[in-house]
């Protein structure tokens, strides 16, 4: 069975600009979960979708969406990039109605310059 | 907000020494995950714990839910080089990370 997939693996954009994620989830997985990856702040959770709705979010702007796509694929979008937004994004996907097990994608390395 | 707090935050430690992260949540847990980061890796999961006071094992390492299921704990018994890693723990309500426990181990 194939693992999660994230696209691109690798990402240079300038400060202002957008970006858009992708992540597709283990056959038959039905949440995705979004994590951004820092030295100084950690693991720290942005939304969780399950069957096309958002059903968790974190502390993050407005700036950070998401979305879910009838076959489960997930992507996230962040408007107007700023330094700090530079990261590892990592997306898990888990089985059913309820988070458990939760296996993560290689991750997209984001860099802002 | 939620804050879930590990201790320490880097251990080093000599092979064949045993290790413990302590994982605190300032409010009270539904379920707990552990996983474990290798570097330049992706998270991999370990274990959940779900009742208060649980107490799980898996070959040299041990799991525990605190009795108030606000705290847990991970304990490695005579580490190996294959133990280095970040261990994170994570409350599945809210899906918000521990700060994590760096492991580095000597040989």
């Known amino acids: 069975k194939a693992g999660v997939t994230q696209t691109p693996r690798y990402l240079i954009k300038t400060r202002g600009q957008q970006v858009t994620l992708s992540c597709s989830p283990i056959s038959g997985h039905r949440s995705v979960s979004w994590y951004q990856q820092t030295p100084g702040q950690g693991l720290q959770f942005l939304f969780e979708y399950f069957s096309e709705t958002q059903r968790n979010k974190g502390n993050f702007p407005g700036r950070f969406s998401g979305r879910q796509f009838s076959n489960s694929r997930s992507e996230m979008n962040v408007s107007t990039l700023e330094l700090g937004d530079s990261a590892l994004y990592l997306c898990?996907?888990?089985?059913?109605?309820?988070?458990?097990?939760?296996?993560f994608g290689p991750g997209t390395r984001l860099t802002v310059t | 907000g939620q804050q879930v707090m590990q201790i320490p935050q880097y251990q080093h430690v000599q092979e064949g020494e045993d290790f413990t992260t302590y994982c605190n949540s300032s409010?009270?847990?539904?379920?707990i995950q552990w996983y474990k980061q290798r570097p330049g890796g992706h998270p991999v999961f370990l274990i959940q714990l779900v009742k208060s006071g649980e107490v799980k094992k898996q070959k040299r390492l041990t799991f525990q839910f605190g009795e108030a299921k606000k705290n847990s704990s991970l304990h490695i018994t005579a580490t190996q080089t294959t133990d280095v890693g970040t261990y994170f723990c994570q409350d599945t309500d809210k899906l918000i990370f521990g700060t994590g426990t760096r492991l580095q181990v000597f040989p």
């Open positions: 409010t009270t847990l539904s379920n």
């Open positions: 898990a996907s888990s089985l059913g109605d309820r988070v458990n097990e939760q296996y």
